[in-house]
């Protein structure tokens, strides 16, 4: 079996990272991967050595696309991609989550009836102002194989009419295969805890870790200065606030400041990341991803967005909605606490093997 492995965003390569890693290690499989990196995002975390790092293939082909608006990125990533599979021809099409690259590389498998796996399934926010949300609902109705992290995307993937073919069915477009695999980030986050060396700065241990990037935040001004005054309020707590480069653009074209309690760093790598949230006191964030790694280091999460794909961990108490209202966020952040259960919601951490071996099915 042949799979071309579309990528395009940070996250994407951490979760290939554990799919690729499974085939490596079981070479008996006889599943070939091809991975393509799109290039929609590039940094210096990109670099060869974050790949080195964190023992990440390094892609087979690189389309170095870059960021643009999303019309032109996509129509782009569809072109390359579409060339690819015409050159490759594999058996099947994987991408993963939500980006502009999930939806170009559905688009193009789809169109050349090749079949598409999808892995982080099912998930729905509900907005489909959100880029995002588009993206992932036409991947899932383009999509063969639906690998789901959670019984609640499967929920949502019936309700919008994608049931599962049953295991004595082939697998087609039309007749889809939808599979609960457990949350790949689960994975990675277990594999990466136990390899990773890195050490904060003992004054930032105990604080709260702040992410700000959703662009229904930093593009409504309105809503980013909300944000920002609630956290100035909160003088008695310290941030660490790793600044988007977008983001601190915009903060300084409207003359938005932060207090002296808020540590605003560069932005920092996986390592880093995943040090400062198993370390800090709570999370106050709009990402999607951090909201589940929060959950992972059984820490508390506070969400700066009207709705989130990840409905489970608010129903079970370890997530909080509260928008950009200043005074939902500073209430929330003054009363918040650890809830006493830590629920089993993302699996057991084997969504490589569960995938690989419904594949090989």
């Not at 990341?273 to 964030?285: D, F, Q």
């Not at 506070?302 to 950009?324: K, Q």
């Amino acid at each position: 079996m042949n799979i071309l492995t579309v990528i395009g965003a940070r996250p994407q390569f951490i979760k290939a990272a554990v799919l690729s890693r499974y085939l490596r290690d079981n070479p008996s499989l006889g599943i070939k991967e091809i991975l393509v990196h799109t290039g929609q995002h590039y940094d210096q975390n990109m670099s060869d050595v974050f790949f080195k790092e964190m023992d990440i293939p390094q892609p087979d082909v690189n389309l170095h696309l870059g960021s643009g608006t999303h019309g032109k990125m996509t129509g782009a990533m569809l072109a390359g991609i579409e060339e690819l599979l015409l050159e490759k021809k594999p058996d099947a099409l994987l991408v993963y989550g939500d980006t502009n690259s999930t939806l170009a590389g559905a688009l193009a498998a789809s169109k050349l009836l090749i079949p598409v796996i999808h892995v982080e399934a099912g998930l729905r926010s509900f907005m489909m102002a959100m880029p995002e949300e588009q993206n992932r609902r036409c991947a899932d109705h383009l999509s063969t194989y639906l690998f789901c992290p959670t019984q609640t995307a499967i929920k949502n993937l019936i309700a919008e009419g994608i049931t599962d073919c049953g295991e004595d069915t082939k697998p087609t477009a039309d007749k889809k295969r939808v599979c609960m695999t457990g949350d790949i980030m689960y994975e990675a986050s277990l594999y990466y805890r136990a390899h990773n060396s890195v050490k904060i700065p003992e004054e930032d241990k105990g604080c709260i870790l702040l992410t700000i990037h959703r662009q229904e935040n930093t593009d409504n001004i309105e809503r980013l200065s909300s944000i920002v005054k609630a956290i100035n309020e909160l003088k008695e707590e310290r941030f660490v606030f790793p600044v988007h480069p977008r983001t601190r653009k915009i903060l300084t074209q409207n003359n938005l400041q932060f207090e002296n309690h808020v540590k605003l760093i560069d932005p920092i790598g996986y390592f880093e990341m995943i040090a400062y949230e198993e370390n800090c006191k709570c999370v106050l964030t709009d990402s999607g991803g951090v909201q589940k790694e929060a959950f992972f280091f059984e820490k508390p999460c506070i969400t700066m967005r009207d709705s989130t794909e990840w409905v489970e961990l608010v129903d079970s108490g370890w997530n909080t909605l509260v928008g950009a209202d200043t005074q939902m966020i500073t209430t929330v952040v003054k009363h918040i606490c650890k809830p006493a259960e830590v629920p089993n919601l993302y699996g057991k951490g084997d969504c490589a093997r569960l995938i690989v071996e419904e594949l090989l099915k």
